[in-house]
């Protein structure tokens, strides 16, 4: 019982790490409501901010992308169980942003600054609206699973935890990739741009690019034909327009 108590405990934590630092992540970028964002630190050479920063986007990368791979899964189930795996991937991915957030060396020239007035607030909207976007789609394939929290109750229950289906609700008949749309919008669509948020931009998007190939092709590998089938009629990121000769509705898909 207790060991199941603490697996509970555990996903619990680390769910709220994960929410704790997400928040932060719209406030850091936003430049609202937190005591360090993008444009605030230490300041220094542009050299020593570049490296800096490069190396905790780096650390991200790595970390989001090896610690999701099926063989790296098979690998450290054999020493971390495997009710607590989604938890400790989580955990460590928000230790990571937390690292970012944190050690993020600023550099706030300025790149664009739309003036107060009805437009700076479409804008802001439209980066709410990414954000949105993003906890959208998150519930969309399953937001708990997504974050671990299922395994562990299904663990403290003493109940069997069956993965998600491969699922095709409206955000990801539209494009392959909602979420990461979110990000994209959230990361780019922003009133003022300052020379370290749009590196950030830059190179987060460039990581959005080659981490959704790793994601497919090991869904292609799971799925097989009836994914690829889907990758053929679903675009990546942008939705097709209505009307058009592309457009064609996305057949079901086998669970995983
Ligand atoms: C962080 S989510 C991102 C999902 C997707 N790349 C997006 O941007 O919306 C990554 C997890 O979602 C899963 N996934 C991707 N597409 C899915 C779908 N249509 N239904 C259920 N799970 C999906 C992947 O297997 C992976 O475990």
Request: net charge positive; hydrophobic share 55%.
């Amino acid at each position: 019982m207790l060991r199941r108590v603490l697996v509970a405990g555990y996903g619990a934590v680390a769910y709220v790490f994960f929410l704790v630092t997400f928040l932060y992540t719209i406030g850091f970028l936003a430049r609202v409501a937190v005591p360090k964002d993008v444009d605030d630190g230490p300041t220094g050479p542009v050299w020593l901010a570049l490296l800096v920063d490069t190396a905790l986007l780096t650390l991200f990368a790595v970390q989001h992308s090896v610690m999701a791979r099926p063989w790296f899964k098979r690998w450290w189930t054999r020493w971390v169980a495997p009710s607590i795996e989604r938890s400790t991937y989580v955990l460590a991915a928000s230790l990571a942003v937390a690292a970012l957030l944190w050690l993020w060396r600023p550099l706030p020239a300025t790149v664009w600054s739309v003036p107060d007035g009805w437009l700076r607030w479409v804008v802001w909207a439209g980066q709410l609206l990414g954000w949105g976007l993003v906890l959208l789609s998150t519930f969309q394939i399953g937001h708990f699973d997504l974050f671990g929290l299922r395994q562990v109750f299904a663990r403290f229950r003493s109940r069997q935890y069956a993965e998600p289906r491969f699922a095709q609700p409206l955000l990801y008949r539209l494009v392959r990739h909602p979420l990461m749309v979110g990000f994209l919008i959230a990361f780019w669509v922003t009133p003022d741009m300052s020379v370290g948020r749009l590196y950030f931009a830059v190179v987060a998007s460039a990581y959005i690019v080659v981490a959704v190939r790793f994601e497919e092709h090991d869904l292609a590998r799971q799925l097989g034909d009836d994914y690829r089938r889907y990758q053929r009629e679903v675009p990546r990121f942008v939705p097709r327009v209505p009307g058009t000769a592309g457009r064609r509705r996305a057949v079901p898909v086998e669970p995983r």
